[in-house]
């Protein structure tokens, strides 16, 4: 269930307008675009921004990207995007990073299905001429590599079919390799790069019942390295996004000194899609209402529209 | 240009009846099949596969294989088929023979657009239920397994940008690579099966002005692995369809005991495309006619099927 309480009486012209408003002469009234936009789903805010466009002839992205700053802005503008475009700009965001951030990549390429997959790769080309695989590839080395571009490549079988026999043979494959820490990076990448997600979960299941322990646990056994690190990621990303995505939000939280890019990204990832189950997850986990834990460690502007995207009425 | 001669004046329920004829009873009439398959575009296909199935309850593909026999079997089947999915069905036989066939992989993913990639893949899921790099990757290993693996997995950028700067350090890195014979098998993969024809083109010629010799003919300087033989392969199909085209028709037809496999491939993908150009360039290279070649390496009803697409008036 999504946390976003999307306007019923909409007018993409009134909203332009307000918009206008808000952002025109000296000063902006935040509070004004926090109350639409944070109110308004990804079709409406489409609309909104075709208004504008139609109404003063400039981009409503571009302007509140000059109105606004720091943290605001950035979750303002990841926000107002199109959410197919939005992980594109995430996606180059985290490649373009001075250490490419992989778990981004692994999350964007293990949690959206195969046909969104898909689609963010066509955004990707669209806005910046190049391929998403083509700008990881020259962004990254290694196993790393190898992993982050079959993950972000792939276009997984969606259907539902399970092969037993095959979920207790690449079980076994994985569990050699994660055992002998010699790792066969190869299969393994094969492996949970290739297979449908159905299939991976009855691998999964299979591996936690022949070797008694679930295979994440095992992956972070002692003195984990990156490449473990990330199939960790993976695995998680795969078997239970909504767990993933709150352990996210609470190590975002709990850090010293607050992850704003990590909080951002979830909130505007999820608030349209399961926020409202990450954050039952959250409450049961840590006995905090995510909204309080959020208001906490965030303050302003910022915080205002983070917290009307998890829900809180006005 | 394409070779095909298709019908204009065109009633799919006339060539329904007409097939359903020429299949019913003892005995085939297989020049009615020709004369009317032959003769009929992808569209064209399509709506009498639509007007059989209408017509007679029956599967008009499935009724033509159980007619027909050996090569023209074959040709018929892969002919009538549309485009996208006649590709997932010889993806799926070159990876299904007991040594993947990994030229026909290289071709499949090396000479179609972006797009029709796509296309192709979704149509091998819908087909056999698992993804084509699934497939893939659980019948190849090694070296050979990472390469084919990213050609067909690449979503390449379809946009005509050249990065200079780019294509002369890429060029560097391909022709260091090839020189060392210590492959450096990771970079090699990445440029080819990640950065846009258009960039890629112009990295050839930059190798080419750069190093005096131009990056296929040095692939094959001397003793030539798998690897690097497929890596001649990719560099053909993405440079010169056409010319790669031609000679994969040069030498099915020269080998001791024809390819059949390779021609029927070759005339049935292209006949509609530009098989008019191949042909010319067939002539040029060898001072004989591709049709008189085929006819003369070929016999009977398969004979006179592929010279019919292959232009020749009956």
Redesign the interface.
């Known amino acids: 269930m999504a946390t976003l309480i999307a306007s019923e009486n909409f007018s993409p012209t009134e909203d332009a307008e307000v918009l206008r408003r808000s952002v025109k002469g000296w000063g902006t009234d935040e509070k004004a675009v926090i109350s639409i936009l944070a109110h308004r789903n990804a079709a409406q805010r489409y609309e909104i921004r075709l208004a504008y466009e139609e109404l003063y002839r400039e981009d409503l992205i571009k302007r509140l990207e000059s109105e606004l700053s720091g943290d605001f802005e950035k979750a303002v503008y990841r926000w107002i995007l199109d959410p197919t475009d939005r992980y594109a700009v995430l996606a180059h965001v985290a490649i373009k990073k001075p250490e490419t951030d992989y778990n981004v990549i692994v999350e964007i390429s293990s949690t959206l299905s195969p046909e969104e997959l898909?689609a963010v790769?066509?955004a990707y080309?669209l806005r910046y001429?190049?391929?998403?695989?083509?700008d990881l590839?020259?962004h990254t080395t290694g196993d790393i590599?190898?992993l982050l571009?079959?993950l972000v490549?792939?276009?997984?079988?969606?259907?539902g079919?399970i092969n037993a026999k095959m979920a207790k043979s690449e079980a076994d494959i994985l569990h050699d390799a994660i055992k002998d820490k010699a790792f066969n990076h190869?299969e393994v990448i094969?492996i949970l790069?290739?297979?449908?997600k159905t299939q991976l979960m009855a691998t999964f299941n299979r591996y936690r019942d022949d070797h008694g322990i679930s295979i994440s646990k095992n992956l972070l056994d002692d003195g984990a390295d990156d490449f473990q690190k990330a199939l960790h990621v993976v695995i998680r990303c795969l078997n239970d996004p909504k767990k993933y995505f709150e352990k996210v939000l609470r190590q975002a939280i709990k850090r010293a000194g607050t992850d704003e890019d990590a909080l951002t990204r979830v909130i505007v990832t999820r608030a349209e899609r399961d926020l409202k189950d990450i954050k039952e997850l959250y409450y049961k986990k840590n006995s905090v209402h995510l909204e309080h834990a959020v208001a906490k460690e965030t303050s302003g502007d910022y915080k205002a529209f983070l917290v009307t995207l998890l829900g809180q009425e006005d």
């Open positions: 898909l790769r066509r080309q001429k190049h391929s998403l695989e083509e590839a020259a590599r190898k571009v079959a490549t792939t276009y997984r079988y969606d259907g079919e190869e094969r790069s290739t297979r449908s």
